[in-house]
């Protein structure tokens, strides 16, 4: 494989593409025994292969320099014709639930191949072919116009991300400062935002309309293969956070006050955990990606094989860039089996956690690639894939003294405390995308008065200091899943109570709890949520008492520990 930047892309070809699928699935549908059935869908998964890896290649060179013509023109291209592929593939999994070879399949394969076609026949059909096009123009429109968004502070033009930097400063003035800047940057950008929403939930809501669903949550729900799970099991599981884990964040922030020197922490104070600093990399871009280099080649063999493989062929793009897309995600080169790596390096602690949750998603895919023989399985569901990301970072503990030098343990005190701090905020988003489609005609005012009641309910210490459009409700418009990724969020927070699990396991026997990991990574999408769980020794966190049970060792470890 060449390195990334090396390697070379050609528009796929999407008509010869389903003319090639179609003459793959008369052989499918034809096949007179097992083995030309099996070899029919081998040659399929091939030739998506080799298709994902286009739209992959394009992707990712879009979202790093969103003002490239030629790969703005691709995105736009393929976002209005990729669902003319929705007849071949539901005609694929038609052919699958109705093959004389089932049984055999399922027997070489597992049952999760015949769930994910009866789950993808509930959500895809001819007649939203236009509003998926629709949508996806509608997304990318959000990327770019998030992307393109900056603004003058401190003698620099900076983007939401460098904003977030200065957000860490120690004078509080300037935090403040900052603070202002970003929610004008959004307030600027408020009316397009609302308008870009408005349009994306018209949409959905058309599209359940047109399946036949009662409302867009039902089809989110389907999209995102949540099949042993229900609105009312999400519900059940904020309701746990509420009780167990918001008093004791509550109790973090008034710790946290204490050691600031101040009576209450504004919004612009959260991010800043020490007054002296929160810690920062003692190392740039190219000796942190040396340092996980050397952490990943000691912390087993699986992984320093994984990590050498991603710097050889240069598989990241981590520094923040005018006209880069926001945010940060993991992806993958299916015919090379290879992941990448996207994000915006800001010179804070969050550069390392990159360099251990996309790569914990990275190196999972980078495990069951090489060990499922599908392309379906090479990815788990969001619940599950967000336990390989977050577990890592825990795992990563020990090597943070290469990153941070004398600070590692403060790094590690914060990081723990994040990763609680968060959990309210995950659970609030989700609801929030509830109500947000149970009353799709609220508007833009009616979302920002839903977003502020249910950020009093979860996050009750939240403070923004008199900021009008915060005070309002605008915060929400933050967070780029609820525009690009509907209902993708609570999954972060199911997955921390997994990663918690583990964690707990490391302090009892490390190379038990590595084995139990990597266990899952290489099980892949193989089996559902719950069954997965089940293969990792892991706990349901829809079950009463669940929650208390994955954090109460943390929130132990955080009373305990000496910067509390």
């Not at 089996?527 to 990792?536: D, F, G, I, Q, T």
């Amino acid at each position: 494989m060449k390195s990334f930047h090396e390697l070379e892309y050609v528009r796929p070809d999407l008509k010869a593409f389903i003319r090639t699928s179609e003459a793959q699935l008369e052989q499918f549908e034809q096949a007179g025994d097992y083995e030309q059935a099996r070899q029919a869908l081998l040659a399929m998964q091939k030739a998506e292969s080799s298709l994902g890896t286009m739209l992959t290649i394009a992707m990712v060179r879009n979202t790093i320099d969103t003002r490239d013509s030629f790969y703005e023109g691709e995105a736009e291209f393929l976002n209005e014709q990729l669902p003319t592929l929705i007849p071949v593939q539901i005609r694929l999994y038609q052919a699958l639930l109705k093959s004389p070879f089932r049984q055999d399949l399922e027997q070489e394969y597992g049952r999760q191949l015949m769930t994910n076609a009866e789950t993808a026949l509930k959500t895809q059909d001819p007649a939203i072919m236009q509003d998926k096009a629709e949508e996806a123009k509608l997304s990318h429109a959000y990327q770019k116009l998030t992307a393109s968004c900056q603004t003058e502070f401190d003698g620099q033009t900076v983007n939401f991300y460098g904003l977030l930097k200065h957000m860490e400063d120690t004078d509080r003035q300037h935090r403040q400062a900052a603070c202002q800047a970003w929610a004008a940057l959004y307030e600027d950008n408020a009316p397009e935002l609302d308008r870009l929403f408005d349009q994306l939930t018209a949409v959905r809501v058309r599209m359940a309309t047109t399946l036949g669903y009662d409302s867009y949550t039902d089809l989110a729900y389907l999209d995102r293969q949540r099949t042993d799970y229900t609105s009312e099991d999400a519900a059940t599981f904020r309701r746990q956070i509420l009780d167990v884990v918001v008093p004791f964040c509550t109790e973090l922030r008034q710790r946290q006050a204490r050691r600031l020197g101040v009576d209450r922490v504004k919004y612009y104070d959260e991010a800043l955990l020490f007054p002296e600093g929160n810690p920062q990399p003692a190392a740039d871009k190219d000796q942190m990606i040396r340092h996980a280099q050397t952490m990943y080649r000691e912390m087993s063999p699986e992984s320093a094989d994984f990590f050498n493989f991603m710097v050889d062929h240069q598989l990241f793009d981590l520094d923040t860039k005018p006209g880069k897309r926001m945010g940060g995600y993991c992806t993958s080169l299916s015919d090379w089996k290879a992941p990448f790596i996207f994000s915006n390096f800001n010179g804070t602690s969050a550069d390392v956690d990159v360099l251990t949750h996309e790569a914990g998603h990275s190196f999972a895919y980078y495990l069951a690639s090489r060990e499922q023989p599908l392309n379906e399985y090479e990815f788990s569901t969001s619940e599950i894939n967000e336990i390989h990301s977050m577990t890592m970072e825990h795992f990563a503990y020990p090597w943070m003294d290469r990153f941070f030098g004398e600070q590692a343990d403060r790094y590690r005190y914060l990081h723990l405390s994040q990763a609680l701090l968060y959990l309210p905020y995950m659970v609030c988003v989700d609801e929030f995308q509830h109500e947000v489609y149970a009353h799709p005609e609220m508007g833009a005012q009616g979302r920002r008065e839903i977003w502020r009641q249910l950020e009093k309910r979860y996050m009750p210490w939240r403070d923004y200091d008199g900021i009008d459009f915060l005070e309002q409700g605008g915060f929400w418009m933050q967070k780029q899943h609820i525009f690009s990724s509907p209902f993708y969020y609570i999954e972060y927070a199911l997955a921390q109570m997994g990663a918690f699990e583990f964690y707990g396991r490391m302090k009892i026997d490390q190379a038990q709890a590595w084995q139990d990991y990597l266990t899952l990574c290489r099980a892949g999408g193989s089996r559902s949520y719950v069954e997965l769980l089940k293969v990792a020794g892991l706990a349901n966190p829809f079950e009463n008492g669940s929650v208390a049970k994955a954090v109460q060792h943390v929130i132990d470890e955080l009373r305990q520990h000496p910067l509390h």
